[in-house]
T-cell receptor, first 118, second 112 residues
Framework: GAVVSQHPSWVICKSGTSVKIECRSLDFQATTMFWYRQFPKQSLMLMATSNEGSKATYEQGVEKDKFLINHASLTLSTLTVTSAHPEDSSFYIC??????????????FGDGTRLSIL | GNSVTQMEGPVTLSEEAFLTINCTYTATGYPSLFWYVQYPGEGLQLLLKATKADDKGSNKGFEATYRKETTSFHLEKGSVQVSDSAVYFCALRPRAGTALIFGKGTTLSVSS
């Protein structure tokens, strides 16, 4: 089946640093990737949608300058949390899908990245 | 707007018990509906889906029927196993091409 690899799985860093999270589709071309954030006992909140080669579309309330998304190839998207602060601590999950922008193909998920900012 | 509401957990059952996890949704148009499962230490996996009213999705003994009249997509299994212990997420896709919208998840714990 389709595999999405997310790295790192866990990162701890000091306040003020920037953290990059990678999301790779291993056996399919991910035309579209999604980034979610999950708080404890809460649902997955969609942060942004990125299509390969285009700028990401951010959901309302998500700071695009804080959460930089790059989707430069059909197999890799990155999320960079810039100048991270303790309130950015969370579980971040990427998801990838093949097909075009109107595709009805299923979304495949990475295992998530737990980010802890001290 | 679009949203998904699923029953609060945790749900604790004995092996071979009947399982129901309720899920209702709010959406404009005709969304597709999904159940995802997250086993401990793993990512979300698609369990089953239904794309139109009255469709029944099924997989690994789990079933859910798309009920437009009650805007529901309840997950059921006739006899749960310890290996079914996981977090279950109900989700909808408002239309083709859009991202999934998730409920809060329900933790299922099955004991032998």
């Amino acid at each position: 089946g389709a595999v999405v690899s997310q790295h790192p799985s866990w990162v701890i860093c000091k306040s003020g640093t920037s953290v990059k999270i990678e999301c790779r589709s291993l056996d399919f071309q991910a035309t579209t990737m999604f980034w979610y954030r999950q708080f404890p006992k809460q649902s997955l909140m969609l942060m942004a949608t990125s299509n390969e080669g285009s700028k990401a579309t951010y959901e309302q309330g998500v700071e695009k300058d804080k959460f930089l998304i790059n989707h430069a190839s059909l197999t890799l998207s990155t999320l960079t949390v810039t100048s991270a602060h303790p309130e950015d601590s969370s579980f971040y999950i990427c998801s990838a899908r093949d097909g075009g922008q109107d595709s009805n193909q299923p979304q495949h998920f990475g295992d998530g990245t737990r980010l802890s900012i001290l | 707007g679009n949203s998904v509401t699923q029953m609060e957990g945790p749900v604790t059952l004995s092996e071979e018990a009947f399982l129901t996890i309720n899920c209702t949704y709010t959406a404009t148009g005709y969304p597709s509906l999904f159940w995802y499962v997250q086993y401990p230490g793993e990512g979300l996996q698609l369990l089953l889906k239904a794309t139109k009213a009255d469709d029944k999705g099924s997989n690994k003994g789990f079933e859910a029927t798309y009920r437009k009249e009650t805007t529901s997509f309840h997950l059921e299994k006739g006899s749960v196993q310890v290996s079914d212990s996981a977090v279950y997420f109900c989700a909808l896709r408002p239309r083709a091409g859009t991202a999934l919208i998730f409920g809060k998840g329900t933790t299922l714990s099955v004991s032998s």
